[in-house]
């Protein structure tokens, strides 16, 4: 019996495309994948990213997320790195999608 998954598509921007060094991947995980898990298996995937990836804000679908935002097959996942050198913060993380809007 086959273990079921959802793929994730990600688009890369900035310093973490050219940490990646590709515009777009897939990541493949369980059904119950959060972003939270998607962002630690990009980190498994691709070492070089994991520094940036810490200070960038999360958009599911064109939307900004909560890292605990369940994913679905399909969805499209994007890490926003900080502009001009800035770093986010817990406390300067846009509200999720649902009051947020779409970007």
């Known amino acids: ?3 079921p998954t959802i793929t ?3 688009r890369y921007f ?3 495309r050219e940490a990646v060094g590709v515009e ?3 990541l493949t995980l369980p059904p119950t994948a959060t972003i939270a898990a ?5 980190a498994e995937q691709h070492p070089a990213v994991r520094a940036v990836l810490a ?3 999360a958009a599911r679908n064109r939307a900004f997320a909560a890292e605990d935002a369940v994913l679905a ?3 499209e996942l994007v890490f926003i790195p900080p502009m001009a050198g800035g770093a986010y913060s817990a406390g300067s993380v846009p509200a999720p999608a649902s009051s947020a809007g779409a970007l």
């Open 1 to 3: 019996m086959t273990t």
């Open 8 to 10: 994730i598509h990600l």
């Open 14 to 16: 900035a310093a973490v």
């Open 24 to 26: 777009r991947g897939t």
């Open 38 to 42: 998607a962002r630690a298996a990009l």
């Open 55 to 57: 200070g960038c804000l």
């Open 73 to 75: 097959d399909g969805d």
